[in-house]
């Protein structure tokens, strides 16, 4: 059994590195079920960058040594990469990974930063995530009643399966935001790291 006092804690170094303020926030009980259930899919969909970099050495191989290409395998190497990129989003977001203007909110309060984020996310990203959610669903209802599939010959078949995951996407950016939005609002009412970790 390992030692936990000397287990690296990577969410705090990437905190630590990137001046973020995550690590400084508590967490509520549904904050800390909501990132836990997207840490968790997040480390099962990490799985796809190596069957996406197995395919595309594959690929490549078969071209270069047999001259030939599979039209389905070579899309779905794109469908690969927009699932492993669109399910990331919230995962990137729990982490505080996403970019940032850090120019000028370093030279800002914690609380300044705070209430900032939570303005944000309010009036910004949970807005847009409802917004694109809206726009998506009957693009994807479109595609699951048509039967959509690619337009090659030897294409893959049921696209909507791949449109299917911009609402899953968007479904755990507003997990992931809301949890964000839980935990500034617990910081703003003054519930200190230590409270939290306990009633959890």
Same mark, same amino acid.
């Given at each position: 059994m390992s030692d936990p006092s000397t287990e690296l804690n990577l969410a705090e170094i990437e905190a630590k590195l990137s001046h973020s303020n995550i690590n400084q926030l508590p967490h509520t009980p549904v904050s800390q079920w909501l990132e836990n259930a997207i840490e968790k899919l997040?480390? +099962? *969909?990490?799985?796809?960058?190596?069957?996406?970099?197995?395919?595309?050495?594959?690929?490549?191989?078969?071209? +270069?040594?047999?001259?030939?290409?599979?039209? #389905?395998l070579e899309e779905l190497q794109w469908h690969l990469y927009a699932v492993g990129f669109m399910l990331g989003l919230?995962?990137? %977001?729990? /982490?505080?990974? /996403?970019?940032?203007?850090? #120019?000028? #909110? !370093? /030279?800002w309060?914690?609380?300044?930063?705070?209430?900032? !984020?939570?303005?944000?996310?309010?009036?910004?990203?949970?807005?847009?995530?409802?917004?694109?959610?809206n726009y998506a669903l009957p693009f994807v209802e479109r595609s699951y &009643?048509?039967? !959509? *599939?690619?337009?090659?010959?030897?294409?893959?078949? %049921?696209?909507? $399966?791949?449109?299917?995951?911009?609402?899953? #996407?968007?479904?755990?950016l507003v997990m992931a935001a809301s949890s964000r939005w839980?935990?500034? *609002?617990?910081?703003? &009412?003054?519930?200190? $790291?230590?409270?939290s970790h306990t009633k959890s």
């Open positions: 997040g480390q +099962y *969909v990490s799985w796809i960058w190596l069957v996406l970099m197995l395919l595309i050495v594959s690929n490549a191989l078969m071209r +270069y040594f047999f001259n030939t290409t599979f039209v #389905a919230s995962y990137c %977001f729990i /982490h505080d990974g /996403h970019v940032r203007v850090d #120019a000028l #909110a !370093e /030279h309060s914690m609380k300044k930063r705070i209430w900032i !984020e939570t303005f944000g996310i309010s009036l910004l990203l949970l807005p847009f995530c409802f917004v694109m959610f &009643r048509m039967n !959509e *599939v690619s337009p090659s010959f030897d294409g893959l078949p %049921f696209r909507w $399966i791949l449109k299917s995951f911009i609402l899953i #996407a968007l479904a755990l839980l935990r500034c *609002v617990a910081f703003l &009412r003054g519930v200190s $790291i230590h409270q």
